[in-house]
């Protein structure tokens, strides 16, 4: 019986406790118990349904663990996790595969990329059983082992993104932060180079400009194309490194900064000087009249001088007297812009024949303003050319009247701007006038202007200022450090516009606004009361004496700002061209030069004969 009993194997635990003490025995335990722990979720993730609306969630949630996502996916634990045994024959814990930020980032439509990239097949939101099959998942599981069997792995994804797909290199998207970072880097290159030591540093300062060309020649580039390619990203990453040796190579801060404030300084003082030239140029240019408008008026003169006397007038002038009819003023002495003035309004009236224009010009441009429309009629409608001499009634002192001490610039001290004032004894006859500048275009009919109701008021205007606008007040104009003008005016009161009024010549004659006028011409003798020019002056004439208009009537400032909205423009039934820039001048803003042009014939053989041309 003992021998029997002493036969008898051992039981299951004496067996185990004999096998655990052998050191090899050990290992294989725990090997075997790390491959049951790592198989079981990849048996149960393979077996079980998986919802790819969740997978999408957590992928959208969390993009620094995408790493080793992917690499499960693909069924490859083994790549995404390794073991590696001591010298002692311990073991080491598993050590994951994670990207960093910097090395990895989510290329463009992530959300698509979280399912093509891994080869989910998509089936009603569930993963497809040939994940693991012979189809693509396969091809990617070879390609997968074959790189961690020594192969070269892939790119990082912010590199290319179809490099994995076997499509070749394919460039990346341009993002505005890489166009910022290439500009930020553009200026300190050439910062750096202003600095470098004319003795030293000859490496860096070669390294700098063959950088900045390169640089240079990427964004030019890409201002053209949508994608940058590889090579263009590692020359970022090439200035990069120039940046940091021009850095070591000019420790100096202070000298440094030194230099930058005293470029600063030579650079804004460059600056306020090309700001005064341009300032000055355009000023000039402004009062300057062209050759081509010089060659016409003188053209025309001869013209009309070659002419017999009874034949020099040609107009009719039937209507110019009539009180019923649409009666235009235009005090002008530049024939092109009269044309246009006097086109534009015709072409969009819808009763030109019972329109009257009456053009006032000076003696030196009559006999061309006279040539002109008698060689181009207004079609239907009556045109009076007046030449300023004609009026015998004005005061022997007109001409001097106007100008102010220290002024020489015509457009402010022209008798023609000031005659406007005397509109009532211009047209005895008339009731209504409508006062037009030579610089606007008509781009509506304006026989509603002729019944609005004045409110027994003379001037009908529309107003410069807006509403919580701090500028184009009537403090703007006129010196309020006067007495007699503070006392009388209210300096926050809302400047009005000249170059399209509508003048009830009637009241005016009622009120005797022109004694007004002479008496604030008196007031102003010797004293700085307002600043140049006829509209000053005419807000104190008609102060609380004009009627609002909508404003879409009259939209200035095409003559000086360039920000005016196509859609503004083209709303307004009279634009103007105020300021230094005229649409007949060189300097002119070419977005509106468009709106004055199509209302002139360049293919006129005058125009020709004097190189005037659109």
């Known amino acids: 019986m003992r021998n029997a009993e002493r036969q008898a194997p051992p039981p299951f635990f004496f067996r185990m406790r004999i096998c655990l003490r052998r050191p090899t025995n050990l290992f294989f335990a725990f090997l075997c118990l790390s491959c049951v722990v790592f198989l079981v979720p990849v048996v149960l993730l393979s077996n079980f349904p998986v919802d790819l609306s969740a997978s999408r969630s957590r992928k959208e949630v969390s993009g620094d663990i995408s790493g080793i996502v992917k690499n499960f996916s693909l069924g490859r634990p083994s790549d995404a996790l390794t073991l590696k045994q001591e010298t002692d024959g311990g073991v080491k814990e598993p050590t994951g595969i994670v990207f960093k930020d910097r090395d990895y980032r989510d290329p463009p439509n992530s959300r698509n990329s979280t399912i093509h990239d891994t080869n989910l097949g998509e089936t009603n939101g569930k993963v497809d059983g040939s994940r693991f099959g012979n189809g693509k998942g396969a091809e990617r599981k070879q390609e997968n082992a074959k790189d961690s069997n020594g192969g070269k792995k892939p790119e990082p994804s912010n590199r290319t993104t179809a490099g994995e797909h076997g499509e070749g290199a394919r460039s990346q998207p341009v993002t505005s932060d890489k166009i910022w970072q290439m500009e930020d880097q553009l200026i300190m290159a050439k910062a750096y180079l202003q600095f470098a030591p004319l003795t030293s540093n000859h490496h860096v300062v070669r390294e700098l400009k063959q950088r900045i060309k ?220 409508l006062l037009l500048d030579h610089d606007v275009v008509v781009q509506r009919d304006l026989r509603e202007l002729w019944s609005i109701n004045m409110k027994g008021k003379i001037n009908g205007a529309v107003e410069t200022c807006r509403e919580g606008e701090a500028f184009n007040l009537l403090e703007m104009l006129v010196n309020f450090s006067d007495p007699v003008i503070a006392s009388s005016f209210d300096a926050k009161a809302c400047v009005w516009a000249f170059g399209m009024n509508m003048f009830d010549l009637k009241e005016w004659r009622r009120q005797g606004l022109s004694r007004i006028y002479h008496n604030w011409l008196q007031a102003g003798k010797g004293r700085q009361l307002w600043k140049a020019g006829s509209l000053p002056l005419g807000q104190l004439i008609f102060y609380n004496q004009t009627v609002p208009l909508d404003r879409w009537w009259h939209v200035l400032g095409l003559g000086h700002d360039s920000s005016i909205s196509r859609r503004d423009v083209e709303k307004a039934a009279v634009i103007h061209y105020d300021g230094n820039m005229k649409p007949w001048l060189e300097i002119a803003i070419d977005m509106y030069r468009g709106y004055w042009n199509k209302f002139l014939d360049y293919n006129n053989p005058y125009l020709q004969q004097c190189n005037i041309h659109g």
Not at 300 to 322: A, G, I, S
Not at 381 to 404: G, N, R, V, Y
């Open 214 to 433: 390169e640089i240079e020649r990427v964004l030019s580039q890409a201002k053209k194309d949508s994608y940058l390619s590889r090579s263009s990203l590692q020359k970022i990453e090439a200035m990069e490194v120039t940046l940091s040796k021009a850095e070591k190579s000019y420790p100096d801060c202070s000298s440094m900064a030194s230099k930058l404030r005293a470029m600063t300084y030579n650079t804004e003082e460059q600056l306020r000087a090309h700001q005064k030239q341009a300032s000055y140029f355009t000023q000039l240019a402004g009062r300057t009249f062209p050759k081509g408008l010089h060659c016409l008026s003188l053209r025309l003169t001869m013209e009309y001088f070659t002419m017999q006397p009874e034949e020099r007038d040609l107009l009719d002038k039937h209507n110019v007297q009539k009180p019923d009819l649409y009666h235009y003023a235009i005090f002008s002495d530049n024939i092109l812009a009269c044309a246009v003035v006097v086109n534009s309004t015709i072409s969009k009236s819808k009763e030109p024949e019972k329109i009257v224009f009456h053009v006032v010009t000076d003696s030196l441009n009559f006999p061309a303003m006279m040539m002109w429309f008698s060689l181009n009629p207004p079609g239907q409608a009556t045109i009076q050319i007046q030449s300023l001499d004609d009026f015998k009634w004005l005061p022997a002192s007109f001409s001097s009247m106007s100008k102010q001490p220290g002024v020489n610039d015509l457009r402010y001290t022209s008798a023609l701007n000031h005659l406007r004032f005397y509109l009532p004894e211009i047209f005895l006859s008339l009731d209504k006038v």
